[in-house]
């Protein structure tokens, strides 16, 4: 059973519009999540993560949101660029576990 | 900047083959990852060591061994390739400690096939 579940597969977007990216949880005991890009034949790649204290965090075109209440968390990326097609995971951790990560979704930009 | 390496891209190995994948990470991390990511499933823990000579099953586990003789070189070992361990694998290194960040950093990837 998924504990950390990306819905939507892909995502087509845009460029210059927001994109934004989903993921949901079931364990109330993660207390840390991450977001991680991958292109093509590359390694994930650490983007942005947020405490389970926090509700939003910033990084220039990058934000995350969580609502705890919901066990939601999303990426927001504005404005979109076609260099942020990519893979993007969400992971989340709980205190002194690995990361657990989700399924997954492919973000295509178009020019 | 953080450097994780793995030995193979890309490898086409036969079935009951045995396997060795070699990871190696350049900033004396002591915390070391092999994952599978397979679509839809997101990347899944196979193993994970904290120390030399140290190894701790992940949640995938079974087909799999692992060896961490130095610190630096983590190996993930498929004793008898079967066609469901083609997949693409990935080596990860961390900092040591619980830190809040946790980040890890990713080699990238060989992609295995299993005939």
């Known amino acids: 059973d998924q504990q950390v579940k990306q819905n939507s597969p892909s995502l087509s977007v845009q460029e210059g519009r927001i994109s934004i990216l989903n993921c949901d949880y079931t364990?109330?005991?993660?207390?840390?999540f991450l977001w991680y890009k991958k292109y093509p034949a590359e390694g994930p790649t650490f983007l942005i993560s947020i405490s389970s204290i926090k509700d939003k965090n910033e990084d220039g075109r990058f934000t995350v949101f969580l609502n705890k209440s919901a066990k939601h968390l999303s990426l927001h990326i504005v404005p979109s660029q076609p260099g942020d097609s990519a893979v993007y995971f969400c992971?989340?951790?709980?205190?002194?576990?690995?990361?657990?990560f989700g399924g997954g979704t492919r973000l295509m930009v178009k020019p | 900047d953080v450097k994780v390496t793995q030995s193979s891209r890309y490898l086409v190995k036969r079935t009951g083959e045995k396997v060795f994948l070699e990871c190696v990470q350049d900033m004396d991390h002591e915390n070391m990852f092999w994952y599978r990511q397979d679509p839809g499933l997101g990347l899944r823990l196979i193993y994970f060591s904290y120390d030399v000579k140290m190894k701790e099953k992940g949640d995938i586990p079974e087909g799999y061994s692992v060896s961490r003789e130095k610190k630096e070189r983590f190996s993930l070992i498929l004793e008898s390739a079967s066609t469901n361990q083609t997949s693409m694998y990935l080596c990860?290194?961390?900092?040591?400690?619980?830190?809040?960040?946790?980040?890890?950093?990713f080699g990238p990837g060989t992609r295995l096939t299993v005939l």
């Open positions: 992971a989340a951790r709980e205190a002194g576990n690995m990361l657990t």
């Open positions: 364990n109330s005991m993660f207390d840390y």
């Open positions: 990860a290194s961390r900092p040591p400690g619980l830190t809040s960040t946790d980040t890890q950093y």
